[in-house]
């Protein structure tokens, strides 16, 4: 299975014994008797039972009467996907977790999945951005959660804010930065991203700092310049006058001065989403952003490519080639040819992505949500659109889109129905949760039911939408909360 949306950096043992590679033997050697190949790690398998699993972010969620108290809500994979049967709801009460939970710590607020230690079980890292440390309000937390045979074990904090208002937390994202074989994470605060090289301690360094109005950054990471070590892509923007700026980013540790450096910089582009894939299958990276656009009065080289391909959310493709992104790539919207509906104001086509081989040929596909799309009279009910990679990438040559589809909760096969403020396609995430060696699509709703929320699982997108399930706060008994919960806000990647 080839899935790349955050995607973690393995070492070069694993790669080569999930890939079946071996070394050459020489004619006079004697072959020593092959060691035993360790089975390939799966990402988001907290319990290693072959199957990858869920992780919800709910920070919204009341925890022991405190409001937005926050949890993660993990829905274990199995045959048919993540169920009902086996459920776990992680809170700052849960024995294993550091801290208590408390009002307004959003614990849940970012999730991912990376292996920290060095077992085959998948460890659960989750920010908690409005966490008081030491009196200092916000200061933000970042906690990991080890997986285990049972499911979860022990637990250490990777991340503690500096000073009130660092919200360390609001984003995160994993991968072997620095090539030593061993996971890093990159943790965005407000006005801030910081590297942790060693999430077994919580010591934390700067990695950037610019002014990002409050938000959280965004970020991925990918090979862009195909050195063999990912690099990570943060993209950030501010409206607050007389300062106004954006940016798209590519950050490279390194090795010689220990640090990362700025290598590549799209000036006055902000993204909502953006998402890491070889769409082209050149072997290269290439970087997607969703819901691209200037933020910026001056024009300043397109940095999301034509301004009428923004109408409604525009996604803009830099493609690898081997040496970094290329400046000029592809754009494309709802008017683009080949693409399913019609660019209108408020779709936010490309406001999440994900990105992953889902029929095997070797290029992989972008998934983009728009949960601002109407279905009918139904507004912002929301939609996914697959669009398929190709040799010249996402699109031909002469700039279609071949074999796009949407789908949304009016499509055949998928549970439920399209009804206004649902939101469907607001988080995307991929991982294979039924064990058949394809990755499997995780698309949320979080307006679904008065803001209760859901998220649905498609498998096989290749050929349709054959054993799309879904899972809702209801169905997992979850408690009620004393604010909208918006399940599927935050999904691990």
């Not at 050697?29 to 699993?53: K, L, S």
């Not at 990002?212 to 990471?221: F, K, Q």
């Not at 279609?400 to 403020?421: C, D, L, R, T």
Request: with cysteine; glycine share 16%.
């Amino acid at each position: 299975m080839r899935v790349r949306t955050h995607t973690l950096a393995l070492a070069a043992a694993t790669v080569l014994a999930a890939t079946g590679l071996t070394l050459p033997l020489t004619s006079t050697a004697t072959a020593a008797p092959a060691a035993p190949t360790a089975p390939a790690r799966i990402t988001g398998d907290f319990d290693g039972n072959g199957y990858a699993d869920l992780a919800v972010g709910v920070p919204g969620g009341t925890v022991d009467g405190k409001a937005k108290a926050g949890y993660v809500s993990v829905v274990f994979g199995g045959p048919g996907g993540p169920g009902s049967s086996n459920v776990r709801r992680i809170t700052q009460a849960t024995v294993e977790v550091p801290g208590t939970p408390e009002t307004g710590d959003r614990f849940g607020a970012a999730v991912t999945t990376a292996h920290i230690d060095d077992d085959e079980y998948a460890d659960l890292v989750i920010g908690a951005p409005g966490e008081d440390i030491d009196a200092k309000a916000d200061a933000g937390s970042v906690t990991v959660l080890y997986g285990t045979g049972d499911g979860f074990a022990l637990a250490n904090t990777a991340g503690r804010g500096a000073k009130a208002g660092d919200a360390y937390g609001n984003a995160l994202t994993a991968a072997d930065f620095t090539g030593d074989t061993d996971v890093d994470l990159a943790i965005g605060g407000k006005d801030q991203v910081v590297v942790n090289y060693n999430p077994l301690a919580a010591r934390t360094d700067p990695l950037m700092g610019d002014r990002m109005g409050g938000r959280a950054p965004v970020m991925t990471t990918g090979d862009f310049d195909s050195d063999g070590r990912p690099e990570l892509a943060v993209a950030f923007y501010t409206q607050n006058q007389p300062y106004t700026q954006s940016h798209v980013q590519l950050f490279r540790y390194l090795k010689e001065e220990t640090r990362f450096g700025l290598t590549w910089s799209s000036d006055n582009s902000a993204a909502n989403a953006l998402a890491a894939g070889d769409f082209n299958g050149d072997g290269h990276d290439d970087l997607a952003l969703g819901n691209c656009r200037e933020i910026a009065d001056e024009n300043i080289d397109d940095p999301c490519g034509p301004e009428e391909l923004t109408k409604g959310g525009g996604i803009h493709i830099h493609y690898g080639d081997g040496d970094g992104l290329v400046w000029e790539g592809q754009t494309l919207n709802q008017d683009t040819p080949g693409v399913p509906g019609v660019a209108e104001k408020g779709d936010d086509f490309g406001n999440a992505l994900a990105a992953a081989d889902i029929d095997g040929d070797g290029k992989d596909d972008l998934i983009a949500g728009a949960p601002g799309e109407a279905i009918g009279s139904a507004a912002r009910a929301g939609a996914v659109t697959v669009l398929k990679g190709g040799a010249q990438g996402i699109l031909t040559e002469d700039g279609k889109a071949v074999g796009a589809v949407s789908y949304q909760q009016n499509s055949p096969g998928i549970p439920g129905g399209a009804e206004a403020g649902d939101l469907f396609g607001a988080a995307l995430g991929f991982a294979d949760h039924n064990g058949d060696g394809s990755p499997d699509l995780s698309a949320a709703a979080p307006g679904e039911n008065a803001s209760a929320g859901g998220v649905w699982n498609l498998p096989h997108l290749a050929t349709g939408t054959t054993g799309a399930s879904v899972v809702t706060p209801n169905s997992l008994g979850l408690p009620t909360s004393s604010g909208p919960l918006t399940y599927g806000a935050s999904l691990a990647r």
